[in-house]
T-cell receptor
């Protein structure tokens, strides 16, 4: 099946610094990728839709200037958490699919961000 | 997307069938039922989906009631590795693969 890879799997950073998370579709092209956030013992919440070659679409309540998304190629989307704070500590997950008519979405393995 | 209701948790003995229910009473005619699962600290994994007929694949079976207001995911012989949170999601088939996750069911398979 299709593979979506995230990097890094986990990261620890200091408050005030920025962290970049990469999401790659390894064997298919994806014009659209999705970024989710998951806090402990909670479900996944959609943060934003990453669109290749255009601006990302953010869900209500998600600060676009804090969570910068870049989708510069058909196989790579990046999420940068700027000026990270401890409350940004979470599990970040991306997903993609080989076309909007694909019957299933493929998820990365997730990135555990801890801000200290 | 239609809302789904699932029990928050279930236990199952290893080797027995795990039957996970899902209610989706407001499902529309063009909406499919999808099941994903999330093993601890991993990304979700697709299991199966269906419209109105029962479906089976190498992972599970999906039974959808005739009125389509509820469904059951069946893991025929649960193993310890099936311990995970199982999400039932209802969505239009070609809705761009954006998924709305509810609370899911935390399945604990016990030896």
């Amino acid at each position: 099946g299709a593979v979506v890879s995230q990097h890094p799997s986990w990261v620890i950073c200091k408050s005030g610094t920025s962290v970049k998370i990469e999401c790659r579709s390894l064997d298919f092209q994806a014009t659209t990728m999705f970024w989710y956030r998951q806090f402990p013992k909670q479900s996944l919440m959609l943060m934003a839709t990453s669109n290749e070659g255009s601006k990302a679409t953010y869900e209500q309540g998600v600060e676009k200037d804090k969570f910068l998304i870049n989708h510069a190629s058909l196989t790579l989307s990046t999420l940068t958490v700027t000026s990270a704070h401890p409350e940004d500590s979470s599990f970040y997950i991306c997903s993609a699919a080989p076309g909007q008519r694909s019957p299933q979405a493929f998820f990365g393995q997730g990135t555990r961000l801890t801000v200290v | 997307d239609a809302k789904t209701t699932q029990p928050p948790s279930m236990d199952c003995a290893e080797g027995r069938a795990a039957n996970l229910p899902c209610n989706h009473s407001t499902i529309s005619g063009n909406e499919y039922v999808y099941w994903y699962r999330q093993i601890h600290s991993q990304g979700p994994q697709y299991i199966i989906h269906g419209l109105k007929n029962n479906e089976t694949n190498e992972m599970a079976s999906l039974i959808i009631t005739e009125d389509r207001k509820s469904s059951t995911l069946i893991l025929p012989h649960a193993t310890l590795r099936d311990t995970a949170v199982y999400y039932c999601i209802v969505r239009v088939h070609n809705a761009g693969n954006m998924l709305t996750f509810g609370g899911g069911t935390r399945l604990m398979v016990k030896p």
